[in-house]
C-alpha cells in the first residue's frame, strides 16, 4: 500500500527485495535488477524527464529530498516529505552546534534503519561533518559490538530496546568489549530507565548519552543533554526545546497552559514538514493554528524541561476516567520479575474499557496475574491498575523499537464497530 502512496517512477532494490516488489508495482513499472537493464532504464527515464538546456539543476532549499514514513505505531504510516532546509538543519545545524567532536575523519556507526529518521539523519550528519560512517544492513548485537571495537566507533544511535541488548550481550562475554572510544551515544524513542543507564555507563565507560525527542514530520523538538543524565530529575524527561524549536502544551480549547498542567503537547520550528504528501485530511488534524499537534500528552516542569506522560491515543478511558499507559508501565517494570511491561485498553462491558496488562517476564520469572494487580494496586489509584493481565514472550515492535501497541489490541477488538 505504501508503494501507491509514492507512485514511484523507478525503484532501485537490491536482488533481495525483488520478488516482493515486482508484484506490486504498477504494469510499466521501471526495475533496476541488473547493469543491462539498469543502463536502458536510466535512458529512459532521462529522455522523461529531461530538463531545458537553461535549466538550474542546484537543488533549492525547500525542494524534496525524500519522503519517509511515519512510525505507524496507531495506523497505517503517512508519508511525510522531507526536504533538503529540514534535514540540513536536523543532521547538521543542530549536532554541529550541540555535540562536540563531531568534525572531519570522526567514526560513526549507524544500524538503526534507513528509512527511520534516527537512522538516515545520523548517516547524512556523519557525511556532512566529513566524518567516517560504518552502516550495517541488521542488528545483530554482538556483531555491533565486534564493529564498535575493531573500528574504534566513536558516535552511534540506538532506541533503549536495542542498547538493552547491547548491554545484555556485552555482559554476556567472559571477556568485555574494549569499547572506551565511544564518545557519544545518542538515543530516541522512549526514555531511558535509571538501571540501563547505569548499566550502560559500565559497558560505554566514556561515553556521553543524549536523548532526542522529535517526530518523523519535525525532527528533533527537544534534547535531553549529557548533563541532565546525572540529575535523578532531569534523566525522567523529553530535554528542553532544542534549537529554534517553539514547544507549548495546550487544553483541549488550544489554549496554552502553565508549567505543571497536562496537555496536548504542540510545536513549531525551522524543520518542519510542510505538510503531509498528498493527504489533506491528515493535514487538517495535524496542525492548529500553525501549530503542529504531536500527539503526546505532556508538561513542563519548572526548571523548564518537557516530561511526556503517553500518546494521546494511548490514553485509556475507563468508568469516564483517563488512564496514561505510561505512569501504570513504570510501576509494572519496577517488580523485580517484570522485564516489560505495556497497557492498553480491552472491551468492558461495565467500564467501557478496562486496564488490560500484557507483560514479559525476565528470564526465569514466573510471576502471576494476582501478583501483577496487587503490585500495582500498593502503588496506584485503583482505578488505574489493571483488571486483566497477559503473558508474552515478545511484543510486536517497529524497525525502530517501538511497540506496536494496535497489534496488542486487534484481538480484544474484533468484531467490534469502535476501538475505543
Same mark, same amino acid.
Given at each position: 500500500r505504501l508503494i501507491e502512496v509514492v507512485d514511484p517512477v523507478a525503484a532501485a532494490v537490491g536482488a533481495e527485495f525483488l520478488g516482493r516488489l515486482s +508484484?506490486?508495482?504498477?504494469?510499466?513499472?521501471?526495475?533496476?535488477?541488473?547493469?543491462a537493464r539498469a543502463e536502458t532504464a536510466?535512458?529512459?527515464?532521462?529522455?522523461?524527464?529531461?530538463?531545458?538546456v537553461d535549466a538550474d539543476l542546484r537543488p533549492l532549499p525547500h525542494d524534496l529530498l525524500a519522503l519517509a514514513f511515519s512510525s505507524g505505531t496507531t495506523g497505517l504510516p503517512k508519508a511525510v516529505p522531507l526536504t533538503n532546509a529540514a534535514m540540513i538543519r536536523t543532521a547538521l545545524v543542530e549536532p554541529m552546534a550541540?555535540?562536540?567532536g563531531m568534525n572531519e575523519g570522526s567514526r560513526h556507526l549507524v544500524y538503526l534503519p534507513m528509512f527511520h529518521?534516527?537512522?538516515? !539523519?545520523?548517516?547524512?550528519?556523519?557525511?556532512?561533518?566529513?566524518?567516517?560512517l560504518h552502516l550495517m544492513g541488521d542488528f545483530d548485537p554482538g556483531l555491533v559490538l565486534d564493529v564498535m571495537e575493531r573500528r574504534c566507533i566513536q558516535f552511534s544511535s540506538s532506541a533503549p530496546v536495542t542498547l538493552k541488548m547491547l548491554v545484555d550481550a556485552a555482559q554476556d562475554r567472559t571477556t568485555p568489549p574494549h569499547l572506551t572510544h565511544l564518545v557519544e551515544i545518542n538515543y530516541g524513542a522512549s526514555p531511558i530507565t535509571p538501571e540501563l543507564l547505569d548499566a550502560a555507563r559500565r559497558v560505554f565507560p566514556r561515553a556521553r548519552f543524549r536523548q532526542y525527542y522529535g517526530m518523523t514530520e519535525t525532527g528533533t523538538i527537544a534534547v535531553l543533554d549529557p548533563e541532565d543524565h546525572d540529575h535523578p530529575d532531569h534523566v525522567r524527561a523529553a530535554g528542553r526545546p532544542a534549537l529554534g524549536w517553539e514547544v507549548q502544551?495546550?487544553?483541549?480549547?488550544?489554549? +496554552?497552559? +502553565? +508549567? !505543571?498542567?497536562v496537555g496536548e503537547i504542540v510545536v513549531r520550528g525551522p524543520a518542519m514538514m510542510p505538510g503531509y504528501w498528498n493527504d489533506p485530511d491528515a493535514?487538517?488534524?495535524?496542525?492548529?493554528?500553525?501549530w503542529f499537534r504531536t500527539g503526546d500528552v505532556g508538561a513542563f516542569d519548572d526548571d523548564g524541561y518537557l516530561r511526556?506522560?503517553?500518546?494521546?491515543?494511548?490514553?485509556?478511558?475507563t468508568g469516564g476516567e483517563n488512564v496514561y499507559p505510561a505512569e501504570v508501565e513504570s510501576v509494572l517494570r519496577a517488580h523485580p520479575g517484570v522485564e516489560e511491561a505495556v497497557i492498553i485498553g480491552v472491551p468492558d462491558e461495565r467500564w467501557g474499557e478496562r486496564v488490560h496488562a500484557v507483560i514479559v517476564c525476565t528470564s526465569g520469572s514466573e510471576v502471576e496475574e494476582d501478583e501483577v494487580i496487587g503490585w500495582s494496586r500498593d502503588r496506584l489509584a485503583h482505578f488505574k491498575c489493571p483488571r486483566s493481565v497477559e503473558f508474552v514472550s515478545t511484543l510486536p515492535r517497529t524497525p525502530a523499537g517501538k511497540v506496536l501497541k494496535r497489534e496488542l489490541r486487534a484481538p480484544h477488538w474484533v468484531g467490534r464497530e469502535r476501538s475505543i
Open positions: +508484484p506490486v508495482l504498477p504494469e510499466g513499472q521501471v526495475s533496476l535488477d541488473g547493469s536510466v535512458d529512459g527515464i532521462d529522455d522523461q524527464a529531461k530538463p531545458g550541540t555535540v562536540g529518521m534516527a537512522g538516515l !539523519g545520523n548517516a547524512l550528519g556523519a557525511l556532512g561533518c566529513g566524518g567516517e502544551v495546550i487544553d483541549a480549547g488550544n489554549r +496554552p497552559l +502553565p +508549567p !505543571g498542567a493535514d487538517e488534524a495535524a496542525f492548529v493554528n500553525g511526556i506522560v503517553d500518546r494521546a491515543k494511548d490514553v485509556v478511558i
